[in-house]
């Protein structure tokens, strides 16, 4: 076809040569009903009880009846004349795992319940010895040692078990259990680092010997505190929330993760919260012997986690599951998804190092510049390993030194600056003087020199990139949603000159800075102004970022009456000290700023509340709301007893202070609400892993703790100490946070200064194809197992290709009828080689459906001469027509895929999904949402598969394809999904809310 390059994937001519090409309307649907599909029938809920009576499980009470001298020859005896057997606890939630997988195998397994039989103790030291498996389950098949409940899920999840346990089914019933999951409690993660852990149990060993050994000092009460929180985030996040565990994080970032279940540690660090709180009771009320006492027994169990590996809370949580007061499904999204979140992280950190980039591709037919002209589009193994410094430098990287400025702003204004700013304008020797914390000024100073660093290092960098790759810069201007942020380059330049201005023998470098900031922010403001006035948006352009805008204009008008712009009288008393035209300039900033906050709040918080926000990477910038008031009650303050230095010699503190309470109130609600909107029934924010956005969560964090100190400097109120030292520290530990969490991304290379992974809509389309990519293997499996003297394997063969057959029907029809018809609306002509496969696909896969039941109807008798020729024909054209459907899948993403991500404008891309939808019935849906969701091989996949659907069908189609999700897979997918997209869930499920 002309404008398909030279390396398009050629077909299969063993699989050409026996197709004919009819009209696509002539077509039916397939005929293989979708209820022989597994995974179209409600799986049912099925406990170990269950499992136990179902026939499939015999439990053996000892080894007397195997021959053999001693109990290795006995366990050899055992293993080797039953084919499954399992040395299990009754009570072990991996244990039950395995009996279950096996159960829902329809395998029948033989049973040594080690911890009730007689033989169960040298059993378990035999089998130490000899398979060096040194827990339970301990599974054999066939003779052959296989090992615990890990290795049998990554062979399930390999799609190696059910041929290794082929021949042993006993029921060809394919109905599943559903089971049970339980999420650990909060946000707790199912599957952790075991490094990450022990590394934070030294940490803590540290922290306990100097709280032992400085117990009489005043600070080690507060430390102490600090550890109890330490614990408390790490019980509800895990590390990702804690110093300490992110601390360890950073050095284990290098490693291949151990990866442990969650729940008991999450219970370990419960116990931790029980030490630490008594600890710090008995430590503020002056019992330190006492309180070194609980942290001496804290010590002991963190000393055997870091040094042994032994859990001290582990044992109590595994006791507890054995007394019933912990169910045994707690383990099971654990042992589900284990060998997947392994596989994902060697697929991040090992994919695509050695790819190269796609080369930009003309088609034949190309003649103008408005005709087609594409790159073939990165593969995310690529853009996964593409970290480049200068490449990949994004303007939004910026968020970083701006939030470390904000936190050196925080920080001055809780030194004696604010104090000294008063009566300096006042004139006062002291009766105007406020509270303040004192801290240390070189605390700030720190900070600041860092933020200063990390900027400069950032600002050649993307100088370099303006240079080096210039198109780059202009998209990113031009972008809706990414060119505000070009504002924090801007504001941050402007507070390092407020930072720096009384750094110096003269302020000419800070107002430098803040000149160069100011000015260069308002022409950013006009200009992008403008914009929006005369270009068309979406309201899914519209974008919370755009508040930056306003935020600059507050920050200016904050630090010019702090750094007179213009100088009078020679000079004279400049530090800190404004005129009637600094005093104007500041009103200039501020008006139009205080304007254009009321008007994108509203305008982003109506579209926050009606829109999807499908991609949990732009909800950071959400808490850019709380920045504006905040920043403009400071302002607000400024300028008003600035003006003591001018017009109003006799105003005072409380005469400025009232709209600065206002306004830091709104501040405060703000905070508060969207600090709500975050908690697990809502899970609004945090969805994403870390990335760059983050830091804008840490600005806003910021700015309240400024805030919080000038209240506190201005009314002495108890409460107003409180806020201080709470948003204070809560703006600490962010930064931090945030800084342990880009250092580790730094050390990895991913996640910084590689390209972002971009999807939309129509992503889920292209996510289709994984699934059927990922079905393809164990359609392959059903086919060399498939035997006409086996009526199970024909119909194990005949369910899976029922399935295949339905996605490709519809799938087909989706690209045929709207999304390639929608294209070459564009691009005449662009699609046709797609859809004439399309057609033939559909006579091939019609032929297939007539062998299949033609062995169907053979009754597994095989004597039949059709049904041998049917499988002769299956066995020998369905592997070349598969190869030929990968090469047809790579084609379609390669030359069709960039059309859509460069020319299909959202609110099109959103109307074609919603088309597709209605073009295919439920009951279709029905087998396909959950036929790609078992195959894509990635958890993540999972996730954007189903938002990229609903981003596209909107929040009205949420529960109805969560009630399909619920209805076809089983409980640790639907938990699994649940967690990423609450909104799915259906009535009569709990959790469930009204769709308004």
Not at 448 to 453: M, V
Not at 668 to 685: D, Q, R, T
Not at 704 to 719: G, N, P, Q, R, W
Request: glycine fraction near 6%.
């Amino acid at each position: 076809m002309a404008g398909i390059a030279p390396s398009e994937p050629t077909r299969s001519p063993s699989y050409r040569a026996s197709v004919a090409v009819p009209g696509v309307d002539d077509v039916a649907a397939p005929s293989i009903a979708p209820s022989a599909a597994p995974s179209a029938a409600p799986p049912t809920a099925a406990g170990p009880v269950e499992i136990v009576r179902s026939g499939l499980v015999t439990v053996v009470a000892d080894l007397s009846g195997y021959s053999g001298n001693t109990t290795a020859a006995k366990i050899e005896q055992f293993t080797q004349e039953h084919p499954v057997v399992v040395f299990s606890k009754d009570f072990c939630p991996f244990c039950i795992e395995v009996k279950r997988t096996f159960a829902n195998l329809n395998v029948p397994i033989h049973v040594l319940e080690v911890n009730k039989s007689k033989d169960g103790a040298e059993a378990t030291k035999s089998l130490k010895e000899t398979t060096k498996h040194m827990t339970v389950p301990n599974v054999f098949i066939n003779g052959k040692h296989i090992g615990g409940c890990d290795d049998i899920k990554r062979l399930q999840n390999e799609g190696k078990l059910e041929p290794l346990v082929a021949g042993l089914v006993v029921s060809s019933n394919d109905e599943k259990s559903r089971g049970e999951a339980i999420q650990p409690l909060f946000w707790f993660p199912n599957v952790v680092n075991n490094r990450v852990i022990r590394i934070t149990g030294f940490q803590v060993v540290v922290c306990c010997c100097l709280a032992i050994a400085y117990r009489e000092d005043k600070w080690n009460r507060w430390f102490v505190t600090g550890l109890m929180l330490d614990f408390i985030a790490r019980m509800v996040l895990g590390a990702v929330a804690s110093p300490l565990g992110m601390i360890a994080t950073v050095i284990a970032s290098p490693f291949e993760p151990n990866f442990k279940p969650g729940p008991p540690k999450q219970f370990a660090a419960f116990c931790g919260v029980c030490f630490t709180v008594p600890a710090m009771a008995l430590f503020h009320n002056g019992n330190e012997i006492a309180g070194s006492v609980v942290i001496g027994m804290l010590l002991g169990a963190a000393a055997l986690e870091a040094f042994l590996n032994f859990c001290l809370g582990c044992v109590f949580f595994g006791l507890g599951i054995q007394l019933g007061l912990i169910p045994d499904t707690v383990y099971r999204i654990y042992t589900d998804t284990r060998d997947k979140v392994a596989k994902g992280w060697h697929y991040s950190n090992d994919a695509g190092r050695n790819s190269e980039a796609p080369k930009e591709v003309y088609p034949a037919f190309a003649k103008t510049s408005a005709d087609l002209k594409y790159k073939r589009v990165k593969s995310d193994e690529h853009i996964l390993s593409d970290f480049h410094v200068v490449r990949n430098m994004q303007v939004t990287y910026f968020g970083m030194p701006l939030a470390l400025t904000g936190l050196a702003v925080a920080l001055k204004l809780a030194s004696p600056w604010l104090n000294d700013y008063v009566n300096l304008v006042s004139g006062s020797t002291g009766e105007e003087t406020v509270e303040s914390y004192n801290l240390q000024d070189d605390i700030w100073r720190t900070v600041a020199t860092l933020a200063a660093l990390i900027f400069m290092i950032m600002l050649v960098l993307y100088t370099l990139r303006f240079f080096l790759h210039h198109k780059k810069c202009v998209k990113e201007w031009h972008c809706p949603m990414r060119s505000p942020t070009f504002g924090t380059i801007t504001i941050t330049c402007t507070l390092l000159g407020f930072l720096s201005y009384d750094q110096f023998h003269s302020p000419d470098f800070g107002r430098g800075l803040m000149w160069m900031g100011s000015v260069t922010h308002v022409l950013l403001t006009i200009a992008k102004f403008g914009e929006w006035i005369g270009k068309r948006y979406e309201l899914e352009h519209v974008h919370p970022s755009w508040l930056i805008l306003p935020v600059g204009g507050f920050v200016s008008a904050l630090v010019i009456p702090v750094i007179p712009a213009i100088v009078e009288d020679g000079g004279k008393r400049e530090l800190g000290l404004g005129s009637n035209q600094n005093i104007e300039f500041a009103n200039f900033f501020y008006s139009f700023a205080f304007f254009m906050w009321i008007v994108l709040f509203t305008i982003s918080f109506f579209k926050v509340v009606t829109t999807h926000n499908s991609d949990d990477r732009l909800r950071s910038q959400v808490f850019i709301w709380i920045a504006p008031p905040a920043i403009a009650a400071m302002a607000d303050f400024i300028i008003c007893f600035s003006r003591a230095n001018v017009a109003s010699p006799s105003i005072t503190v409380g005469q400025c202070y009232n709209n600065f309470s206002q306004l830091y109130w709104i501040a405060i609600v703000l905070e508060l609400g969207l600090l709500w909107a975050s908690l697990p029934y809502i899970n609004f924010f945090f969805r994403a892993k870390f990335n760059m956005s983050y830091w804008n969560y840490v600005f806003s964090l910021d700015v309240v703790a400024a805030a919080s100190s000038m209240f506190f400097s201005l009314t002495s109120y108890k409460i107003a100490e409180i806020l201080f030292i709470a948003t204070l520290a809560i703006a600490c530990t962010a930064n931090f946070l945030a800084l342990m969490h880009t250092t580790a991304a730094l050390i990895r290379r991913r996640g910084i200064f590689t390209p972002e992974l971009k999807w939309g809509p129509l992503s889920f389309m292209k996510l289709v194809h994984e699934g059927v990519r990922g079905a393809t293997p164990k359609l392959k499996q059903c086919l060399d197992a498939l035997d006409i003297t086996n009526g199970d394997t024909v119909s194990k063969f005949s369910a899976e290709f029922a399935k295949f057959a339905i996605l490709h029907h519809e799938h087909a029809a989706h690209e045929d009828k709207v999304i390639f018809r929608e294209f070459e609306r564009y691009f005449p002509d662009h699609a046709k080689e797609y859809l004439d496969d399309h057609e033939a696909d559909r006579v091939f896969l019609a032929d297939v459906e007539d062998r299949i039941k033609v062995l169907l109807d053979s009754n597994g008798e095989g004597a039949q001469e059709e049904a041998i020729a049917a499988l002769d024909f299956l066995r020998n054209k369905i592997p070349p027509f598969l190869d030929h459907f990968a090469a047809h899948l790579d084609g379609e993403e390669a030359n069709m895929n960039p059309i859509g991500r460069k020319h299909i404008p959202l609110a099109v891309q959103k109307a074609l999904v919603k088309r597709v939808w209605d073009l295919t019935p439920a009951k279709s849906w029905a087998v396909i949402i959950p036929y790609v969701l078992e195959n894509l091989p990635r958890l993540p996949m999972r996730t954007k598969f189903v938002k990229a659907l609903l981003w596209g069908l909107g929040g009205e189609r949420a529960q109805q394809v969560g009630g399909i999700i619920y209805q076809t897979c089983d409980a640790v997918m639907w938990e699994v999904l649940v967690e990423e997209v609450p909104e799915i869930i259906p009535r009569g499920v709990p959790g469930w809310r009204r769709y308004y």
